[in-house]
């Protein structure tokens, strides 16, 4: 492992770390947080709506309230928060993680399908 992927890595855990030091702020911030303009102009959700009061609504340990406001942004968060730790604690105890590999297709068609049912979802539940 180079020493930028050793940085990175560290980089990633410490993040998350910091993220989750800010957790009992979470449902303070939420309160203020601006309505989606997009949503505002067209009445339509946009693909991401919702994702910023998931991500308080995680950080708040609600992860109920986080997949109803935005199940695809809940599930990328917590792999997000999960792979930082992981990849910092490999650091830190000498194993480190591969680096991962391009996406083979079906991968790479799976994450659009994801990423259409979320809008899809989105639009249903009248975000």
Known sequence: MTPLSRSLALAWGSVVVLALALTPWARLWARDLPACPF????GLPCPACGSARALLALAALDPLAALRWNPLAALAATLFGTGGLVAALG???GRPLREPRSLPPVW???VVA???GNWAY???AGR
């Open 114 to 116: 994801a990423l259409v």
């Open 122 to 124: 989105l639009l249903w």
């Open 39 to 42: 949503h505002a102009l067209s």
């Open 108 to 110: 790479r068609i799976a």
């Open 91 to 93: 650091e830190l105890g």
